[in-house]
């Protein structure tokens, strides 16, 4: 399986052509993503609820009924999409934004508003973690490997800030000239026309050659991560605690807004601004700096006195800049805060645990919502905001203790989920052998012993199902070392271990593919 490092006149061409094939099948999803988010309705939904009948206290429990939903749905649509379609799990929820924006411009009641809310979140429930899972597959597919999953899932991201910004500015104008229900309805055709290009969208199939985990197992295994003791703990509460003030922003800013009557024109400029920090914030947690101690103290306090300009501002000027600041540096820490996560949970459970966590997230925002509604209509918006510096403290200490530390110690790898060898034990002579002990009882054959062509689209798709089936570091060394054809010494170094360890797991991953396709051509299961 091993090749040469090919020479750069010779890779140009073909890597070229393989970036240009991987742009050309995310093309549907980029589109997605921007029709999915140009909601013209968000900027000026806050004004448009209290003009049927909302109070401050309405519209925490507003949030709260979406913020139930989410959670409920969540795990069972995802089973829906592995079982079934991802894809068209992916319908399903533009479908349900379409119920939701319909009935909500339909809405002249409180309690028909709440329908509207109900759909919303089947639609989060059905989007969240389905449309990254897309995306990873898609490239693990096309390259063999999800190094460059960071960077398709922020290009994401900025293509659904673009649509956020886009939709804010134009929704208050939307606003202005017609009517706050027009919004709503103008969101439709986005809608659809997102579903209508996820059918040119040709879905991975890698997910259905897995055999299922069973549930009872994968269950208990999930558990036993998220409520173990450990520096993990703290990188979960830190998650949990800045997605409540990102959600909380998202969600409640606008109440500020209409506290200090601010007109309807500024409301789509003020929205675009809270979007626009969710792309610049991307961007900015990526930067090495985020990782030292000063500059994390120095953006911990930021964070709280964004929170403190909430609860004491009067004028609109310095409540809207600290809401898209507050905003902006919550996602840019939320960045190596994801990183650290997923480097402590083993590859066998970290969907699992990520979805976990987001299920955290939602059930903890749910009474975080009830209280700041309730507080804004008995105290006021102000009153609030010291709610906000509350869990802004909380989140600077958290960062502090999570952010400038090494890597988090990965969990301990359940014991059914141990790397299996790359060929079963009795095709070895026993260690008592007097003559060859540990040696072959039954060597590898050569392929030209079963007269089949290796270069066959289905020795192919065995091939990257065995890789994708391996531990994540033996996969990533047979993709750098086989794949992409780097030298040892290079991958090496870019994965931080000795030369022995890398021809250790390179030669664990060769047995593993090899074992696969001997089984296969011998005419057995994998």
Partial sequence: MSRPPATPDRTATPDAAARRKLRRRLAPLYATAFLQNLALWVPVEKLFMTGIGFDAAGIGVMAAVYSIVVPVFEVPSGLLADRWSRRGVLVLACAAAVVSVTVGGLSRSVGMYMVAAFFLGVFFAMQSGTFEAVVYDTLLEETGSSDSFERVIGRVRVVESIALVASALAGGVIAEVLSLRDTYFLTVPPLIGA????????????????EAEPLRRQIAATYRVL?????????????VAGALLMQGMLEFGPLWLVALAVPAFWYGPHWAGL???????????SQGWLSRRWPVVALAALVVGCCCVLATGRSPAPVI????????AVVAVSIPVLHRLHDAVPSALRAGVASGVGTLTWLAFVPFALVIGFVSERRGVGAAGWLFVAVALVTGILMVVVLPGGPVTPAAVPPEKEPEHAFPADRFLPESHPEWPGHWASPPVAWETFGLDLSGDRVLAEVRAAVLDMPAELRRVIVLRDVEGRPPSEVAEALGISAAEEGTRLHRARGLVRARLEQYLQGQEP
């Fill in 195 to 210: 579903a209508l290009a996820l059918f040119f969208f040709r879905e991975p199939r890698l997910h259905k050659t897995e």
């Fill in 227 to 239: 409520l173990g003791p450990g520096r993990l703990r703290a990188v979960i509460l830190l998650t």
């Fill in 275 to 285: 979007t626009a920090a969710l792309g610049l914030g991307g961007l900015l947690g």
């Fill in 321 to 328: 800049v600290a809401q898209v600041v507050l905003t902006l």
